[in-house]
C-alpha cells in the first residue's frame, strides 16, 4: 500500500530538516502540500539505490574506422540475401562472422539481430549487418542493446548519411524492398563512410541519454 504523508509528520520534518524526501509509492495528503508550503519545507523525491546499471549509464559512442570485421545476421526472410553479402563482403577482404540463420526455415528476427548487435557491442567486430524482410523490426530489436546504433537503410544516401550524421554503427537491410545490387551499394557506402562533424556528434550524445 502507499504511504499516506500528513500534515502532522510534515510537521514533524520541518522541526529538525528543510527538506521532505518523498519515497517511491508515497503520497501527501492536501493538508500536508499546503502546510509544506506554509511551513517553507521542500517536497522533493528520495533517491534510490539503483539495483542495476543505467542502460544509459557512461554510453559511448563506439566507432572503429576503417572497417575490417563485419558481424552479419538475418531471418529466414533475409537469409539468401545474407549469403550472397557474405560472400561479397569476403571478396573485398573483410572478416565476416555469420550469426545465422543458416536455412530459409522460419525463425524469428529478434533473436539474430540481437546476437549481431551484442557483439558490434562488445567489440568483437566493427560494423554490425542484419537482413530480414523489410529491416525496421531489426533495427528496433538492435537497438536496445547499449552502444548500437542501428539504421534502417533503402538506397545509397541514407546509408551515407546514418554514419555522417548519426554515427550508425549496425545496418539493417529489407530483403522485399532492395535487390542484391543496391544492397551491396549501401554497405559498401556504409563500411567506407567515416562518422561526421563534432556537431553531429553531439547530438548523437544527447539521443544516447534519452531514457
Known sequence: MPRIITEN???????????FELEPG????????????????????????????????????????????????????????????????RTAGYIVEDMGTWSDSACDYPDFAVKVARYVSEGQTDRGIMIDSVGVGSAMAANRIPGILAAKCNNRFEAVSAREHNFANY????????????AWDIVEAFLKTPVGAERHRLRIEKILQIK
Request: aromatic content about 4%; charged content about 30%; cysteine-free.
Open 171 to 182: 545496418l539493417t537491410l529489407g530483403s522485399k524492398i532492395i535487390g542484391e545490387a543496391m
Open 26 to 89: 508515497s503520497r501527501l495528503t492536501p493538508a500536508a502540500r499546503d502546510r509544506a508550503k506554509t511551513l517553507g519545507l521542500e517536497i522533493r523525491p528520495k533517491e534510490q539505490d539503483k539495483q542495476a546499471p543505467d542502460r544509459n549509464q557512461n554510453q559511448t559512442i563506439p566507432d572503429r574506422f576503417p572497417v575490417k570485421s563485419v558481424a552479419i545476421g538475418a531471418d529466414h526472410g533475409g537469409y539468401a540475401l545474407k549469403e550472397w553479402l557474405k560472400l561479397k563482403l
Open 9 to 19: 509528520m510534515i510537521e514533524r520534518t520541518a522541526r529538525e530538516q528543510r527538506v
